[in-house]
Nanobody, 118 residues
Framework: QVQLVESGGGLVQAGGSLRLSCAASGSIFSINAQAWYRQAPGKQRELIAGITSGGRTNYADSVQGRFTISRDNAKNTVYLQMNSLKPEDTAVYYC????????????WGQGTQVTVSS
C-alpha cells in the first residue's frame, strides 16, 4: 500500500502563487508515476499534471505554462508549483500515484482546497 498526504493549499488572490506538496510513504517501489488532479464544484475530476519515474512531465492545456510539477526522490515528495492563479483554478486538488502493476492511478491523497479570489 501507498499513502499520500497533500499540503500547501489555501486562499490566494488572482495572480498569486501556491506550492502544493504530496508526500508518499509505504510501498514506494510500486509507484511508476504520479500526478495532480483537481475537482471544482459541480465538475468532474480532471488530470492537470503528471510526472513519470523518469521525470517526463505532461500538463493539461488549462495549466500549461503556469503550473510546474516536480519531484524530489530523496524525500518521496511531488510538488505542484502554481503561478498566475485564476479564480477558475479554485478546486480541491488531489495527488495520485500510479501502480506499476496495473498502470492505473490506484492511490489517492485526501485532497487540499485551493481557493483563488478575484
Amino acid at each position: 500500500q501507498v499513502q499520500l498526504v497533500e499540503s500547501g493549499g489555501g486562499l490566494v488572490q488572482a495572480g498569486g502563487s501556491l506550492r502544493l506538496s504530496c508526500a508518499a510513504s509505504g510501498s514506494i517501489f510500486s509507484i511508476n508515476a504520479q500526478a495532480w488532479y483537481r475537482q471544482a464544484p459541480g465538475k468532474q475530476r480532471e488530470l492537470i499534471a503528471g510526472i513519470t519515474s523518469g521525470g517526463r512531465t505532461n500538463y493539461a492545456d488549462s495549466v500549461q505554462g503556469r503550473f510546474t510539477i516536480s519531484r524530489d526522490n530523496a524525500k518521496n515528495t511531488v510538488y505542484l508549483q502554481m503561478n498566475s492563479l485564476k479564480p477558475e483554478d479554485t478546486a480541491v486538488y488531489y495527488c495520485a500515484a500510479m501502480s506499476r502493476f496495473t498502470n492505473r492511478y490506484e492511490y489517492w491523497g485526501q485532497g487540499t482546497q485551493v481557493t483563488v479570489s478575484s
